[in-house]
């Protein structure tokens, strides 16, 4: 699988963004799926999960309430609904992708094999 992220752009505090992950190759629905963001000079943190039939979902607390996350495994793509976003909230958003089996999702970054190029997200204050 080959992961293709977009959708970022410069918005102002308190907007909404949408970003996309479109992926290739193997079968999209065998894979959890994950958002994770890094802002310069920080360390990557886990954003928001999603299971593999989009039954579960996990987010991380700076997010929860404000973002969703979702999936079309017939378009082979999952989403990420960012709502009143925050200066914080500025980073480069990456999706990946995890085959392994044990659990519904992951939240560690250890735990997917795949990732995509990165989209960047920047908030005006």
């Known amino acids: 699988v080959q992961l293709q992220a977009s959708g970022g752009g410069l918005v102002q505090a308190g907007g909404s963004l949408r970003l996309s992950c479109e992926a290739s190759?193997?079968?999209?629905?065998?894979?959890?799926m994950g958002w994770f963001r890094q802002a310069p000079g920080k360390e990557r943190e886990f954003v928001a999960t999603?299971?593999?039939?989009?039954?579960?979902?996990y987010y991380a607390d700076s997010v929860k309430g404000r973002s969703t996350i979702s999936r079309d495994n017939a378009k082979s793509a999952v989403y990420l609904q960012m709502n009143s976003l925050k200066p914080e909230d500025t980073a480069v958003y990456f999706c990946?992708?995890?085959?392994?089996?044990?659990?519904?999702?992951?939240?560690?970054?250890?735990?997917?094999?795949?990732w995509g190029q990165g989209t960047q997200v920047t908030v005006s204050s």
């Open positions: 999603i299971a593999r039939s989009g039954g579960s979902t």
């Open positions: 190759g193997r079968t999209f629905s065998g894979y959890v």
């Open positions: 990946a992708a995890s085959s392994y089996r044990d659990r519904y999702y992951y939240i560690q970054g250890s735990s997917y094999e795949l």
